[in-house]
Structures are given as structure tokens and as C-alpha cells.
Nanobody, 125 residues
Framework: QVQLVESGGGLVQAGGSLRLSCTAS????????MGWFRQAPGKEREFVAA????????AYADSVKGRFTISRDNAKDTVDLQMNSLKPEDTAVYYC??????????????????WGQGTQVTVAS
């Protein structure tokens, strides 16, 4: 089993920044990719970003490219999401996800096996 706990959400003005962090515990996630997704009220969960175990490969949703950066520290079992130039449309619950199927950087939610409980991000206009 893997437990994922997100932190760092909150309320921020448009144009501001937030940094989300996800800490993993339990089963080791070595050689596995991790990702961030988000879900706004009334909408389906959508991909935000993903990163390979080495950090050498990453992917982003078009809507966040150039504004968000995903990173990980395998020694600390953490994956972070730095969010800059936030927009009201970024408002959502953000979820950390981990796959145990290998080092596949993917935007498909079904490829992820473990999810955190989510952290709320609200961007005021």
C-alpha cells in the first residue's frame, strides 16, 4: 500500500503562486512515475502534470504549460507542483497520484494506482 498526502493548497489572488507538495509513505515508489490531477466542481478529473522517477521526463497539460513545474525528491519521497501566474480557472481540488506499473509518464488517470485525498486551491479574481 502507498499513502499519499498533499499539502500547500489555499486561497491566492490571480497572478499569484502556490507550491503543492505530496509526500508518499508505505510501499517504495522507486522506478515509478507520479502525477498531479485536478477536479473543479461539476467537472471531471483532469491531468495537470506527471514526472518520471528520475525526473528526466515530464509532461504537462496545455493549460498549465509554462506556468506550472513538477519536480520530485526521491530521497524524501516527495513530488511538488510549483504553480505560478495562477488564474481563476485553476481553482480545483488537486490530487497527487502514483503508479506502480512502471516509469510511465502518462496523462491517463486509470494508469495511476494510488491517490491522495486532495488539497483545495482557490484563485480569486
Amino acid at each position: 500500500q502507498v499513502q499519499l498526502v498533499e499539502s500547500g493548497g489555499g486561497l491566492v489572488q490571480a497572478g499569484g503562486s502556490l507550491r503543492l507538495s505530496c509526500t508518499a509513505s508505505g510501499r517504495a515508489l522507486s522506478s515509478n512515475a507520479m502525477g498531479w490531477f485536478r477536479q473543479a466542481p461539476g467537472k471531471e478529473r483532469e491531468f495537470v502534470a506527471a514526472i518520471s522517477w528520475s525526473g528526466g521526463n515530464s509532461a504537462y497539460a496545455d493549460s498549465v504549460k509554462g506556468r506550472f513545474t513538477i519536480s520530485r525528491d526521491n530521497a524524501k519521497d516527495t513530488v511538488d507542483l510549483q504553480m505560478n501566474s495562477l488564474k481563476p480557472e485553476d481553482t480545483a481540488v488537486y490530487y497527487c497520484a502514483a503508479t506502480i506499473r512502471g516509469d510511465y509518464v502518462t496523462d491517463r488517470p486509470l494508469m495511476y494506482d494510488y491517490w491522495g485525498q486532495g488539497t483545495q486551491v482557490t484563485v480569486a479574481s
